[in-house]
């Protein structure tokens, strides 16, 4: 029958109608707050209608009400799988608003962090999608493996999920003492995990006949829905904001773009347990090829002293070497000694936070960081507008910052790369069974913070 | 409760005891919380050692309602409306910093904390609240269904006065 | 195409249409009356010398209170005076917001054959604020548009479904204009806190 038309009653048939269906906005399949109205005839979904703008939070009017760096925590929040990538976007979309170049070594972290959270994006979406299709175990190895790289994200950053951890000009504080080899076994345990998720999904009969030809999308239509990222690759073509308008230091890395043929689900998934593989690629050739950091100084004992101990010991005048003394600090502030600073900040006084023994032990150093903090105060870059584009773990993650020259900024847009992949989902669904609402819906990756804002 | 006797202070204990170790949660998962919830419900903190692991996706099963994340007023009646077909005896967790009083989010989508449309028994503040607070904040839920006993009588939930709300 | 040539080309093939042109941080920025927009959209999308597949985004600014934003400086009141650190200059500035519309309908393009960006500003005026949908050449225009919609009430000719997509029906207003101040509720349920 003509899934277009009404179906009619069949003689010696019982009577067949239409239905409406409502899926959400809580669902327990679905991952995320959305309503699908769909409507259907028997199992077949003839039409549908998606509302979003459940998790609707004012990002882009907060924005403008806090100062530039204060809008770092709010862009923790938009993909809060992979707020690294978000933060990184932001920062260097006012960089480019302030005309300002980051040290080589800023860039490395930058790129390493923002893999790392690609990769906690793509395990979480797999996961989950393969949770929703019965697949438990997967979801369960896959949470395992995301612990392992949200302990090495809260050793940079101070935290597991909402990190803030890039400046305008710079980041939080340099890679602490021990990343590379923790870094290094947490890759390692990733690769186990991912293995052990292609043996149980790759080939598994239910999955493979789940995922095969549902939510099938040509490479047409899907640029022009605007779609980027994994999805658009899935359906074969190769756009990657990292190869084609490189940005940071991506340049200089060797990985490879994987692209689908059939553009259905199964290729998605495919494509994301790949871009995976060739994040940690990528994350290897960093750690490889990242400028040296500072040495710190040995002190006489060869042990670092804790911070407090040191402050005493400069308040009786004890200053002799003091400057060699490496202090254990608070994690949190873990990097941001002056000794590391040079590496990880772009030198520019008026926009970047000085080091916190600056901030602490002399005047200029205070009034620097007050200026930049206080209410009223705080960055001031020239009257413009800048878009710059990133590539997020659902595709072309875009911030355009109009300034007026004031310390806030006058507006604020993110484009959300799982926006445009929803705005496609009535044309994705249309035609499936009402089942292939769960899978196609899990290889979206729809993420309510950065959908709806 | 100083006239009841042995057997129904027994009986309030032992009824008390096999509730709290037995929580059908509804996990009503809307933002960036979800993903400590995840966490916390995964094999790395196991909140099945709590008696918690079996989300139940229908409210009219469910003991406990977890809001994770932010309720935008879009929302809100949704929400108003799962806690109401929940059956009695049910408590609600109110799960991030957003869903205790709005968070950072003070502007015209967010509601200013679920308290303000439904009662509210345990707060776990934190943005997200790592999954060691949770599973305190699953502990304190814990205490709070072993006190409530058989028969019905409950410590009052802990809803804003109006005239805090501003 | 560089930034300069990209306008220089879509000077030469739209003389009339195009108002203004800048590329501030090399971004090709083009000032476009809103009666040529279409077609200068279907000639962009089709053209060989442009193959702008991707409309990337489709958003809009409201330039109402630009410049008369209070610079409010800690201190300010107390009467110590306190001034804002200045403004960090620029040696080619910009050329700033175009007066005296109040709205700009921004759209961010993409080629994907020849990886050059175009940004289009449509100038919008309040009274009649309505501009041609670009639903026909993009289907990414849809959803994109209907935010536009609600977020700041410019309305979209020829748009198959303009209603709101991220507020509710009851929300009276549009939240993202600078007049609509930021905490102003409209609960569906609950008090007004």
Partial sequence: MDPTQTPKSIPGEPETREMLLNVGPAHPSMHGIIRIIAKLDGEQVLDTDVEIGFLHRGFEKMAETVDYNGVMPYTDRLNYVSPLINNVGYCMAVEKLLGLSVPERCHYIRVIVSEISRITDHLTCVGAGAMELGAFSVFLYMIKAREFLWELVEMVTGARLTVSYCRVGGVKGDLPEGFEAQCRHALQETRKVLKEADALLTRNRIFVDRMSGTGKISAEDAISYGITGPFLRGSGVAYDVRKDCPYAVYDRFEFDVPVGTRGDNYDRYLVRMEEMEQSIRIVEQALRDIPPGPVLANPETGRPIPAAEMVDEGKMGRIAGIVDHRAVIDPTLEGAAKSQHGGIEAGEKRVFLPAKEDTYGNIEGLMQHFKLVMYGHGIRPPKGEVYFPVEGANGELGFYVVSDGTGSAYRVRVRPPCFAIMAALPKLLVGDMIADITPTFGSINMIGGELDR | ?166 | MNAASLIQALRDRFPHAVQAAHSYRGDATVLIGRESLLEVARTLKEDPAFQMSFLMDLTAVDFSAYGKKRSPAFFAHSGVAVKPSPEIPDEEPWPGPPAPARFVVVCHLFSLPLKHRLRIEIPVEEADAEVDSLTSVWASANWLEREVWDMFGIRFHGHPNLKRILMYDEFVGHPLRKDYPVNKRQPLIGPIN
Wanted: charged residues 20%.
């Fill in chain 2, 1 to 166: 409760m100083s006239e009841a006797g042995f057997f129904t202070t027994r009986l309030d204990e032992a009824v008390g005891w096999a509730r709290k170790f037995s929580i059908f949660q509804y996990p009503f998962v809307t933002a960036c919380c979800g993903m400590e919830y995840m966490a916390t419900a995964c094999s790395h903190y196991d909140v099945d050692r709590f008696g918690a692991g079996l989300p139940r996706f229908s409210p009219r099963q469910a003991d406990v309602l977890f809001v994770v994340g932010t309720i935008s007023h879009k929302m809100a009646p949704v929400l108003k409306r799962i806690y109401d077909q929940m059956a009695e005896p049910k408590w609600v967790v109110a799960f991030g910093v957003c869903t205790c009083t709005g968070g950072f989010y003070d502007n015209y989508a967010t509601v200013m904390g679920i308290d303000t449309i439904i009662p509210v028994d345990v707060y776990i503040p934190g943005c997200p609240p790592r999954p060691e607070y949770v599973l305190d904040g699953l502990m304190k839920l814990q205490v709070k269904i072993q006190e409530h006993g058989v028969s019905g009588a409950r410590s009052a939930p802990e809803s804003r006065p109006a005239e805090l709300v501003r």
